[in-house]
DNA sequence: TTGATCGGAGATCATTATAGTCTCCGATCG
DNA sequence: CGATCGGAGACTATAATGATCTCCGATCAA
């Protein structure tokens, strides 16, 4: 349950993997093509493109065109959030059809809906914790989101 | 993104009604049958006893057959969890297809995937953020979940 | 200035998941 | 016995997803 889309797995893995060239040692600046990403993660092709275009289209990453052309971060990896990602790709965070409900829309259970207060909290939980976590997260090992028991692990490389 | 199937929904509706009855005031320990619940919330009949049927086997409500049959709690409404109610319905969490990868599966990213261990620990967040929250909550009115901010509402029943 | 290389955008198709329906069975109680 | 309950399987329709194809405009370098 509450499974994410391959769009999503492949928006993340293009994050990561335009983050990690774009501030890595190697070939810092360098922008990032689409075909470099699909053939480095076995992605197909045009369907990365697309989800890049989305990305671009979100103001998560910058586009250029051309020869020599590719994708940079639009901002800091410690910038981006989990949640602004999956939003890009996805849409609202929205555990019900329910939960961002327009004039007009109706629900067939609302009239004795006994459940929604209390989804719309457990939604809201769990979106403080994707946007309380970063691409920069991803990146380095860091120790990520905590929600409770303070682990006593050892540290990353 | 990230949306429960209306079968969850049901099942959160019809765990809420039955603990609401059995531990109501009007008639305590009564028996809950599925067309009830179905005409209360105007949910088709047939998917709902698909619903109760799964969480009956899932031993989070005990059934009686028979006429004056239906449903009751298993165990109390604080022993039963949202990720119990959710996975008897839609199978365990699992941001990705390889959260519980078995032997012989294969992902065509594993070789070079950088979000795997990530993404696993947004996962467990989420679960202990689900597992945390019982059926008992949804009822009271109660506090539920706070990931952050200690809030300074007021006590409980 | 021309052509290869890039991203942008739209339509399209196949596959899968979901939502919902239909039918028949066995148990139970009056 | 028979009406009322849950249990279980097959089945259909619709929507979401994953993936592909085609054409366009921008850019840069030869």
Redesign the pocket.
């Known amino acids: 349950m509450l499974k994410i889309?391959?769009?999503s797995d492949y928006a993340l893995m293009a994050l990561q993997h335009i983050a990690s060239v774009q501030f890595g040692d190697i070939t810092p600046g360098r922008v990032?093509?689409?075909?470099e990403i699909a053939e480095e993660y076995n992605i197909?092709?045009?369907?990365l493109?697309?989800v890049?275009?989305a990305l671009?289209?979100n103001g998560l990453i910058e586009?250029?065109?051309?020869?020599?052309?590719?994708?940079l971060l639009a901002r800091s990896a410690r910038q981006i959030t989990i949640a602004q990602i999956l939003e890009s790709i996805?849409g609202p965070l929205a555990l019900t059809d329910c939960s961002h409900e327009k004039e007009g829309e109706f629900c067939m259970q609302r009239e004795h809906c006994n459940i929604r207060t209390p989804l719309l909290k457990v939604q809201d939980s769990i979106y403080q914790l994707l946007n309380n976590m970063t691409l920069g997260d991803m990146l380095g090992g860091t120790p990520l989101i905590t929600i409770q028991s303070p682990s006593t692990q050892g540290v990353e490389p």
Request: avoid cysteine; aromatic fraction near 4%; charged fraction near 30%.
């Open positions: 889309s391959k769009k990032v093509n689409t075909k197909p092709l045009e369907l493109a697309k890049l275009q671009s289209k586009s250029h065109n051309g020869p020599k052309g590719g994708y996805e």
